[in-house]
């Protein structure tokens, strides 16, 4: 089974100080027909104003994980851990048993452009953690780069779910390839410049779902503008 998301159908949510895009249901914004993909449950594509943010609140049993596009994030958490988010760096936060946390912008003149990414755990109520890590965009040059997955591999983040997320960049003409093995879901999002997938053109906000599907995926660059920047999510079925 394949699905596709285009970016212009996803929810859309504005206020004040954020502009925010829902590939899946997430707040007032409700579809029975997207509701997540296996354990991956929320992808917002945010974009908060200078001196804006998400204040203080709580989370409980679930795995979020930050990417930022452009600008800086600010985040700080009730096990005491705080720091800024910049391009080209992955932040994990296990919300285990409880936490309280806030993200606001680091810069009071320019906007932070990021992905806000929920994944269900394969446990409950374990100790809250965080982690924050940055990876060298060049090791991600037209060859796929494992950012989290369950045990760290390859200095990824380790995540608690059987999921794995890779990431690569592409210049135009610029191919990788992915095996899909039966069993699996996986899902596939643009997060800037434009791709095919297969035969399939795909720009910054699609995604294809794919489940239980075997054989290949060939991602190939076809922008002549900035690198395209990809996500691939690999998860339970």
Same mark, same amino acid.
């Given at each position: ?5 285009? @970016? ?8 004040? =100080? ?15 027909? =997207? +509701? ?12 908060? @104003?200078?001196?804006? !943010? ?16 452009? !600008?800086?994030?600010?985040? #700080? ?5 705080? !720091? ?8 994990? +936060? ?27 755990? &394969?446990?409950?109520?374990? @100790? ?7 990876? &060298? ?22 995540? #608690?779910? &059987? ?9 135009? !003409? ?10 699996? #879901?996986? =899902? ?15 720009? @910054? ?13 060939? +991602? ?18």
């Amino acid at each position: 089974m394949k699905v596709f998301r285009p @970016a212009a159908e996803r929810g859309h949510v504005r206020t004040g =100080w954020l502009d925010s895009r829902h590939s899946f249901s997430f707040g007032h914004y409700h579809e029975p027909q =997207w +509701m997540g993909w296996g354990p991956l449950r929320v992808i917002n594509e945010d974009r908060v @104003a200078p001196g804006g !943010g998400f204040p203080p609140h709580g989370h409980a049993n679930m795995e979020i994980i930050s990417y930022v596009i452009s !600008g800086g994030l600010a985040h #700080r958490d009730s096990t005491g851990s705080e !720091g800024i988010l910049r391009p080209g760096e992955l932040q994990w +936060m296990s919300a285990g048993h409880g936490i309280e946390h806030s993200e606001y912008n680091a810069s009071d003149s320019e906007p932070v452009h990021f992905l806000q990414i929920w994944i269900q755990p &394969d446990r409950l109520n374990a @100790a809250p953690d965080y982690a924050q890590k940055a990876f &060298d965009p060049a090791a991600r040059r037209a060859q796929w780069g494992l950012l989290a997955s369950p045990d760290g591999a390859e200095g990824s983040l380790a995540i #608690r779910q &059987d999921a794995r997320l890779l990431g690569v960049q592409l210049g135009n !003409g610029e191919s990788v390839t992915m095996p899909l093995e039966t069993g699996r #879901r996986y =899902w596939l999002q643009i997060v800037q410049g434009d791709v095919r997938a297969g035969d399939q053109p795909l720009a @910054a906000g699609d995604a294809i779902g794919y489940a239980s599907e075997s054989g290949e995926l060939r +991602m190939t660059g076809a922008g002549a503008g900035p690198l395209a920047d990809i996500l691939l999510f690999d998860l339970p079925g």
